[in-house]
């Protein structure tokens, strides 16, 4: 075996060539996240879904962290299965529009152009990721370019109130 035949190597050789690239560190990363996720506990739409499932938020953002440097970087140090964590949120393509809208503009003011550019593709590939797989665990198959919205249930009248 040669050395540019081990994995970590060849995986090491990525990260440097990302790195170099956009720009792209761990200290950057973390800066995104933190800001990020500010941005996300103060938002109206999206804030209540994470704010009811997540108490401690320190370990989230460690996990995040990794998340987005095996993303952003292929680093390969996040381990964990998103899909399965996500299906049971009450969440449809206006959430997902949303996280992007403050990803997006988080991004573009914690990293240069390059590097935001970067994130951004990538978070784009994993809302659209997580909303077909929400779609699916619902039972809507969506075609190409279609969004999933839940179904809202039809407001009615209380009973012996008049219309």
Known sequence: MTLSDDPETRRQAIVRRIEAETGIDEPMISRLVDAFYDRVRRDPLIGPVFDARISDWGPHLEQMKLFWSSVALMSGVYHGRPMPKHLPL??????????????????????PPAAAAHFTERARRIAESLELGIAGAQGVLLGKGQRYLRPTEAWTPPAGEPC
Not at 91 to 109: G, Q, Y
């Open 90 to 111: 009450p969440v449809d393509a206006r959430h997902f529009d949303r996280w992007l809208e403050l990803f997006e503009a988080t991004a573009a003011e914690i990293c």
